[in-house]
T-cell receptor, first 113, second 113 residues
Framework: GEDVEQSLFLSVREGDSSVINCTYTDSSSTYLYWYKQEPGAGLQLLTY?????DMKQDQRLTVLLNKKDKHLSLRIADTQTGDSAIYFC?????????????FGKGTKLSVKP | EPEVTQTPSHQVTQMGQEVILRCVPISNHLYFYWYRQILGQKVEFLVSFYNNEISEKSEIFDDQFSVERPDGSNFTLKIRSTKLEDSAMYFC???????????FGNGTRLTVT
């Protein structure tokens, strides 16, 4: 079945760039998402990319998509302590399932001062 | 910014009891969803709802579960005869149109004892 995989942990120093990686299996994915979850909070939509795009930049966030390798990454420039959270990669296929997103297990980002 | 609100934030119930988890989606959204996250596991799709009917459901969403939009603002998930393994964080989400990103609430943590 469809699957999304992420590494579980990432630790960086404040001011450095963070790169969170994700791989997925569904070749018919239409949208790929990054959600952020802070302790005790819900899933906050950070950014998303259409499968026909290679890159999307939004302020400190850069999303890169390699559709051939089914690899998605999220780069956070100038990482701050407030960026410490769990980051979830998710994929959706709107040609098929409406709103049935497949999530990864999440990457816990720790930012050290 | 409009947001999805869920109540209660934490619900404790005894095995065999019925629970109703409540959600108020973003007001002009038309598509509604429930997801759950068992501790340490992935966020999983349960059900999607559009035009007053279920549009898709997962294998998890069996006869024990039901959803309802009782009025113009609320969207509820009912779990009949709860089991220990129903303990999880339940997330409600909504989107404005088909294919638009999902906006999630902060979740309801359900603990079945």
């Amino acid at each position: 079945g469809e699957d999304v995989e992420q590494s579980l942990f990432l630790s960086v120093r404040e001011g450095d760039s963070s790169v969170i990686n994700c791989t997925y299996t569904d070749s018919s994915s239409t949208y790929l998402y990054w959600y952020k979850q802070e302790p005790g909070a819900g899933l906050q939509l950070l950014t998303y990319i259409f499968s026909n795009m290679d890159m999307k930049q939004d302020q400190r966030l850069t999303v890169l998509l390699n559709k051939k390798d089914k690899h998605l990454s999220l780069r956070i420039a100038d990482t701050q302590t407030g960026d410490s959270a769990i980051y979830f990669c998710a994929e959706g296929d709107y040609g098929g399932s409406q709103g049935n997103l497949i999530f990864g297990k999440g990457t816990k980002l720790s930012v050290k001062p | 910014e409009p947001e999805v609100t869920q109540t209660p934030s934490h619900q404790v119930t005894q095995m065999g009891q019925e629970v109703i988890l409540r959600c108020v989606p973003i007001s002009n959204h038309l598509y509604f969803y429930w997801y759950r996250q068992i501790l340490g596991q992935k966020v999983e799709f349960l059900v999607s709802f559009y035009n007053n009917e279920i549009s898709e459901k997962s294998e998890i969403f069996d006869d024990q579960f039901s959803v309802e939009r009782p009025d113009g603002s609320n969207f509820t998930l009912k779990i009949r005869s709860t089991k220990l393994e129903d303990s999880a964080m339940y997330f409600c989400a909504s989107s404005g149109v088909a294919g638009a990103p999902l906006h999630f609430g902060n979740g309801t943590r359900l603990t079945v004892t």
